[in-house]
């Protein structure tokens, strides 16, 4: 097992994660815990990938704290390249395009329960 992925699953049971709903992502992993409002993400790549351009929600706030790593976050729309590092967090709004590359695990809290049907990938 990969070091990026033993942190994962020791963060996992830090939060007693170990039995939320797990799923794969192009270059990673994601935990999504029952209640809708937090997940843990594991992201070794970038993400979304290039093939798919950029993360959007259409009304979702989701925060993001790195708990081990770093990531570079891209915002196409402002120019913006925002280095994160462990300890940091980074909130993404609304309709504002994103994408996230690096190896890191975070810890995302969403500001309404998650709803899948609300995030699109956008060139």
């Known amino acids: 097992m990969r070091t990026i992925e033993k942190k994962y699953e020791e963060i996992k049971k830090e939060y007693a994660a170990e039995t939320w709903n ?48 770093a990531a570079v976050i891209e915002l196409p729309d402002t120019l913006e390249i925002i280095v994160t590092k462990e300890g940091e967090s980074y909130t993404f709004l609304p309709k504002v395009r994103f994408s996230i590359t690096g190896k890191c695990v975070c810890h995302v809290s969403m500001d309404q329960v998650w709803d899948s049907s609300q995030k699109h990938y956008v060139d």
């Open 22 to 69: 797990e799923y794969d992502l192009p270059g990673g992993k994601v935990a999504v815990n029952p209640n809708g409002l937090e997940a843990l993400v594991m992201t070794d790549g970038r993400y979304p990938t290039y093939d798919e351009g950029y993360q959007i929600n259409d009304y979702i706030s989701e925060t993001e704290k790195i708990l081990w790593g």
